[in-house]
């Protein structure tokens, strides 16, 4: 029998990780089955449980449950601590193993996809959320000169900050507190281009060169990188690479070997630009 794996999320028809990991399977030669599961909002453990009776031998998790899953896992990864949220489940004599591969997805789009090196750079991150949350200790281990995190309120990004501290001292702030400054890069970790809201940002944080990045994706450009490229932004991004680099991590997590990215995301931008 081909090994089970699966996402779960609500809602969950729209995802592309099956096409993602059903592309990655082939190219390495492995034997296995992956499905879009939808759980209960009340009832993720139950879905989990009855899917490791099933034979389920590993799971991605997205929206809403990346916390459910954080507190389900019986051992977590240092990555899936830090971020207090968990997208990649291991299942295995009765254990159930945690990680977290959004920000190593991040990182990698970054730094290899668009060849961006991190290193000395300034950056800024938008929102305080778990997206955030999840992202902020592989982005510290770039060693940019500066990570800012800025929100639409001020404390939340002031508690964020202090909370990775230990690592490198952080700023936080909201969005006007940046006003007059500039940054290398700038992601949009906020769910604002979901609901097609622009976010208030000053006016300058844009410099010549200096790179956008969304970790929203969709068809044509999100509010967020259409204001980038109004305020001078160099070069601007969207998150389908993120998208598909997690995936390769999480896939890397589960079968010890990495696939190549490369042709599963340029078939994803064709649908998205088709």
Sequence with gaps: MSDLYAVFGNPIAHSKSPAIHA??????????????RLAPLDGFAAAVSGFVAAGGKGANVTVPFKEDAFRLANRLSERAARAGAVNTLVFSDGEIFGDNTDGAGLVRDITHNLGYSLAGKRILLLGAGGASRGVIAPLLAELPTVLAIANR???????LAAAFADMAPLEG??????????????INATSASL????????SDLFVAGSLAYDMMYGKGETPFLHLARQQGAGRCADGLGMLVEQAAEAFLVWRGIRPDTGPVLAALRAGLTG
């Design 173 to 186: 702030g909201d969005f006007s507190r940046y006003a007059g400054c500039s940054f290398d890069v700038v």
């Design 195 to 202: 609901s097609g809201e622009s976010l208030p940002l000053p």
């Design 23 to 36: 592309a990655f399977a082939v190219s390495t030669g492995q034997d296995m089955i992956y499905e879009a």
């Design 153 to 159: 309120t001020a404390a939340k990004a002031e508690v």
